[in-house]
């Protein structure tokens, strides 16, 4: 029986980085090519809202844009400013919450890939939050908002579990979901993550909640936000020659914004 922490991945941010970070390329290659297609501006500098570690900041630091990001999470934050600060960049992340901020300057486009958006559990902070989004774009400017859909004419996919390893570092995660209250638009999900060291074996469980969306209700919220329009949806295949239709089925989506 491996020794068991109650806690949040969100505060262990060399874990998170590894249990979310081995999509980075498929999801850095879509970034750019997205913003090549859709943008109505050159796209020079970058926001991401509830940036985490900054896994995706950093590699678009080092492709030549200006980055800056937000979390709620202070380690999640250092974790990401220090490794800017490696990187030979400037500690461009800073402690908000992602429904009550604002920039000194608009950007150019703006991007936040997986689900961190569902974390808002209500429709006050999730409105509150695309407007934010909106405020602090340039006309033109573009808004990537990748999350999973609740289909309603297919069972929703209930469990996930995958292996990630950097160094002697490993970590097996899985996760379910225990209860989805679509009335009260609620998700609860259990997290386990199994760490491995070479010297230590743990395990961190965690509790996270996300707000559900069918695909009429996300547009239904997205619609409520006049200065962003949709201009296409991909899946989390994030092959921008390939944009998806979303229907009743579809379980993923990012919804590329554009700022009018
Ligand atoms: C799934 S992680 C995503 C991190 C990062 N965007 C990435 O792609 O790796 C979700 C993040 O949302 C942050 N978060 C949750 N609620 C937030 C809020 N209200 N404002 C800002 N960040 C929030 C968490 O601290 C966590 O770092």
């Given at each position: 029986m491996l020794e068991t922490i109650q806690g949040?991945?969100?505060?262990?941010p060399r874990y998170y980085d590894l249990v979310f970070g081995s999509d980075w390329k498929a999801e850095l290659d879509f970034l750019l090519a997205a913003f090549a297609k859709h943008a109505g501006r050159p796209v020079k500098s970058l926001f991401e809202p509830a940036c985490g570690t900054g896994r995706l900041m950093f590699r678009l630091a080092k492709a030549g844009y200006r980055v800056a990001g937000l979390d709620l999470n202070e380690r999640a934050v250092k974790y990401c400013n220090d490794r800017l600060l490696r990187h030979g960049f400037r500690p461009t992340a800073f402690v908000a919450d992602m429904s009550d901020f604002t920039l000194p300057r608009p950007v150019d486009a703006a991007f936040n890939m997986i689900n961190s958006f569902r974390h808002l559990l209500d429709q006050k902070s999730s409105q509150a939050h695309l407007r934010c989004v909106a405020d602090c774009l340039k006309p033109g400017g573009l808004y990537l908002l990748g999350l999973h859909l609740t289909p309603t004419t297919t069972q929703p996919l209930d469990e996930e579990s995958w292996s990630a390893q950097r160094g002697n570092l490993c970590v097996n995660t899985r996760l379910w979901s225990t209860e989805r209250n679509l009335k009260q638009r609620v998700e609860h999900c259990r997290m386990t993550f199994d760490v491995f060291t070479p010297t230590r074996g743990f395990r961190i469980e965690d509790t996270v909640r996300f707000r559900t969306y069918t695909r009429r209700q996300a547009l239904e919220l997205i619609r409520r936000v006049e200065s962003l329009e949709i201009v296409a949806t991909y899946d989390f295949a994030y092959d921008v020659d390939a944009p998806i239709q979303v229907d009743d089925a579809t379980e993923d989506v990012v919804f590329v914004l554009r700022k009018t």
């Open positions: 949040h991945l969100y505060d262990f």
